[in-house]
Nanobody
Framework: QVQLVESGGGLVQAGGSLRLSCVVS????????MGWFRQAPGKEREFVAV???????DYADSVKGRFTGSRDNAKNTVYLQMNNLKPEDTAVYYC?????????????????WGPGTQVTVSS
């Protein structure tokens, strides 16, 4: 069974930075895209970033220029560097493994999910 585990969340002041990591164990990693999503209280889960198998990336408009996704295929790990954090970035952040090699922002295109890590940004 494929397992994903996120880490790196926490409490940070507005303008600060955090780096999230997601380690994937068992199953395919290097051939598939990986996504980051988030869910704030009372809101639906939303797309944040996708990292293609080659390292290419795409982002939600709300985080472009502030967040950077990357991956290390040798370590089966994907990262999300989050800079200039804002209170509206507060959410549980999830990594997920796509069923495709290329970009997808649709939740339904991801078949394995981590348990999530809490990010709280204070004003």
């Amino acid at each position: 069974q494929v397992q994903l585990v996120e880490s790196g969340g926490g409490l940070v002041q507005a303008g600060g930075s955090l780096r999230l990591s997601c380690v994937v164990s068992r199953g395919t990693f290097s051939d598939l895209a990986m996504g980051w999503f988030r869910q704030a209280p009372g809101k639906e889960r939303e797309f944040v970033a996708v990292i293609g198998w080659s390292g290419s990336t795409d982002y939600a408009d709300s985080v472009k220029g502030r967040f950077t996704g990357s991956r290390d295929n040798a370590k089966n790990t994907v990262y999300l560097q989050m800079n200039n954090l804002k209170p509206e970035d507060t959410a549980v952040y999830y990594c997920a493994r796509s069923i495709y090699t290329t970009w997808s922002t649709a939740l339904g295109h991801y078949n394995y999910w981590g348990p999530g890590t809490q990010v709280t940004v204070s004003s």
